[in-house]
């Protein structure tokens, strides 16, 4: 079973902000379409076939009659968007039978075809009657996707990527220039030698000193099986290194980690994707042979994704028992357990605020309700419904909420969130990540250098800390 949550900022990556959206994804997908070299044909196969799916799937029972006006608004809202007078397209009464009602509905779409087809386009009256039968159920988190809008939210969860050589990138606040903040793993730059905190100078010649990441990030990507020179300067040391890179394409991590002061494991989940799992298992086994003594896990501005992961996640911190229960009209109540994979046990605080959503919560919930840590920082957003994404055969596809979701101890925080345990207002995210300014992450380091200090593992009392670090702003 998979959860997908979408939130509408992220870690800006390429430097560019990756948008990720709210809501959840569940388990299955309802049998395929077959596609058909008759475009007709295949509309009304995916308007029948949305029909059905609204009908039977949807988390809340729903009438035929319903649908069959939201058909009908849909099609006129297309109509009228393109200049076109939708008064006669004809409104419809249920018959009381499902064959009967798509019956009508087929007929509907065939006489707006007729009539509107060439000024509006025929695919676009189904994709109007769709988007109508959908928004006809009033709930934000059932649409209807268009092809490109279903191929992004595709690319966001799978793992996107892009031409670079592998690092997270700032700009120094005190020489302008450059700043390398995160590595990736195995990248070209990691096999470089390049460090987080590395100062790059220049960049194929052209200093970076006074250019805005974006600027940086133009020179540093390029097409792959290409070069490039870096000039670095590293902290501690009088003479600069020079680098020759070659660009890789380098796939968009879901995960940010590093150590902070005191042996303290900072990881930023972006999004719960298909790779979150495996990205955080790597991290956590890179925590555990520096030695860390406690973990803070930010959840900030995250979301959600994929249930699954969600799932995966929550099972790295909390040994055994309910993760999430899930509650939909289709199928029975299912509790779904922890996968046995969890790290050896430290003081942990989970950072969350309003934007942390859906897949988030569910990890965040899971972590409270069991006391494998605390949560600190804003009320949570208060997204507790799955969705279960239909996709058609043009590459378009409905999105549905077919059931809801309750914490281990059976809350359902769907419009609540998630109280934390220790409330610390928010920072701009731009100070996400960095000490000296992220005044919630430094209330995570005081909770866990606390705990270390008494002994204690998940849970005690707060107090506080210092550190450095800064705020991964963009992939290269």
């Known amino acids: 079973m998979m ?53 039977s799937e949807f988390y809340k029972q729903v009438d035929d009659q319903t649908l069959l006006d939201g058909a009908v608004a849909g099609i006129k809202k297309t109509i009228q968007s393109k200049g076109g007078d939708a008064t006669h ?3 419809l009464k249920a018959m009381g039978s499902k064959s009967a009602d798509l019956s009508l509905l087929n007929q509907e779409l065939q006489a707006a075809d007729i009539a509107y087809g060439k000024t509006v386009g025929e695919r676009q009256i189904a994709y109007g009657a769709i988007a109508g039968i959908l928004d006809s159920l009033h709930d934000h988190w059932t649409v209807f996707m268009t092809p490109d809008e279903y191929k992004s939210l595709n690319q966001n969860l799978e793992g996107g990527g892009f031409p670079g050589i592998g690092i997270v990138i700032d700009t120094d606040p005190d020489s302008k220039s450059l700043l390398v903040t995160q590595v990736i793993a195995g990248g070209p730059a990691d096999k470089a030698g390049l460090q987080p905190g590395d100062i790059v100078l220049t960049i194929d010649g052209k200093t970076t000193q006074g250019l805005s990441v974006s600027d940086d990030s133009k020179l540093i990507r390029g097409k792959p099986g290409t070069s490039v020179e870096l000039v670095v300067q590293r902290k501690g040391q009088t003479s600069t290194l020079t680098m ?78 309910p993760i999430v229960s899930i509650d939909g009209r289709q199928k029975p109540f299912t509790t779904i357990n922890a996968e046995a994979t969890a790290v050896d046990v430290r003081p942990l605080a989970v950072l969350v605020n ?36 239909y996709p058609l055969p043009d590459g378009s596809a409905i999105k549905i909420t077919t059931a809801r979701y309750l914490t281990p101890s ?67």
């Not at 560019?16 to 044909?41: C, E, I, K, Y």
């Not at 969130?417 to 005081?446: F, M």
């Open 3 to 55: 959860v997908h949550t979408l939130s509408r900022t992220r870690t800006a990556l390429l430097a560019a902000a990756v948008a990720a959206g709210m809501f959840a994804l569940g388990a299955g997908r309802a049998p395929s379409l077959a596609a058909t070299s008759n475009p007709s044909d295949l509309d009304r196969s995916m308007l029948d076939y949305s029909f059905l799916r609204a009908g």
């Open 89 to 91: 397209v004809q409104p």
């Open 244 to 321: 020759n890179i070659t660009r890789e394409f380098i796939h968009e991590p879901s995960v940010l980690s590093r150590v902070l002061e005191n042996n303290v494991g900072y990881v930023r989940l972006l999004v719960f994707g298909a790779t979150t799992g495996e990205e955080l298992t790597k991290a956590l086994d890179d925590f555990q042979k520096a030695g860390v003594k406690g973990y803070v896990l930010d959840l900030r501005y995250n979301g959600g994704g994929y249930l699954n992961a969600a799932v995966d996640v929550a099972s790295k911190f909390i040994p055994d028992g």
């Open 354 to 389: 309003g934007y942390t959503a859906s897949a988030s919560e569910i990890t965040a919930g899971a972590v409270q309700d069991d006391g494998a840590g605390v949560l600190i920082g804003t009320k949570t957003y208060g997204k507790g419904e799955v969705q279960t994404i």
């Open 410 to 476: 059976g809350k359902d925080i769907n419009t609540i969130g998630i109280k934390p345990d220790i409330e610390v207002a928010d920072v701009k995210p731009a100070d996400i990540g960095n000490v000296l300014n992220d005044t919630q992450l430094q209330r995570a380091l005081a909770f866990i250098h606390d705990q270390i200090a008494a002994g204690n593992s998940p849970s005690g009392a707060p107090g506080a800390s210092s550190g450095t670090g800064s705020t991964p702003a963009a992939g290269q």
